[in-house]
């Protein structure tokens, strides 16, 4: 079996006496969808912060890209390939989705001393761009303005920056979160090829985009992982129909 991209080793974050993670162990493979499912308040997100750098583990290794990544700020976790989307503050909504990703090809590069020359018309920026946006099925939307696409569009805008920075993984927290039907089917499709570029530990609640995506789902209760396993595997456990999926399941 391919070496795991991210490895956590019983990572845990304390609040005072509240265990917001407690001994996680779960690994990200190459091309893979992992899902992290659990009840609110579980730690799901805490689990992220932690992975990204934005929470400093109470105890526990990262690995990532066979790297222990624990002692690392959150850029230098960027620079090695690890993404994080969805910070919609990271898009400029006046410029185009084209400029947008112009500007991550431009801080990847390095290139920011070119700023007295007309960015739009420089080909070694607009190409790696446009490429970018063919990628993520958004090249006929490249003129448009950040802030008039749609939620969906926006989230694959997001992508092709991080892709364009570089990202070699992608951490997801709850990308469907209010989208309608359509919006989150259409995700679900473009989160279904991306794996083949990036594998991605996805955080979510919609349940069918879970059921779909997925080759392993980790199921997160009161902080700790209760179980790991196929989608089959994880909806026939008694102990997960228990502690979380109920009857539905
Ligand atoms: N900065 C913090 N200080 C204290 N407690 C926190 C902090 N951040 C999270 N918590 C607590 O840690 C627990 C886990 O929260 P977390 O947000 O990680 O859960 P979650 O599984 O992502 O929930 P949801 O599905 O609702 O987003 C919760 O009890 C929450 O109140």
Known sequence: MAEPILEIRNLSKHFGALRATDDVSLNLRPGE????????????????HQIAGTLKPSAGTIRFLGRDIGGLGVPERTRLGLGRTFQISSLTPEFSALRNVM?????????????FRPVMGD?????PAMAMLERVGL???AEIPAGELSHGE????EIAIALALGSKTFLLDEPMAGMDSEGSKTLTGFLDALRHEAPILLVEHDMDAVFALADRISVLVYGRIIATGTVDEVRTDPEVRRAYLGEEA
């Open 123 to 127: 080909r070694s920026l607009t190409e």
């Open 139 to 141: 090249a006929d939307r």
């Open 33 to 48: 969808i992992h899902a992290l499912i659990g009840p609110n308040g579980a730690g799901k997100s805490t689990l992220i």
């Open 103 to 115: 500007l991550a090809v431009q801080a990847r590069q390095g290139t920011s001393f070119r700023f």
């Open 154 to 157: 926006r989230r694959q805008l």
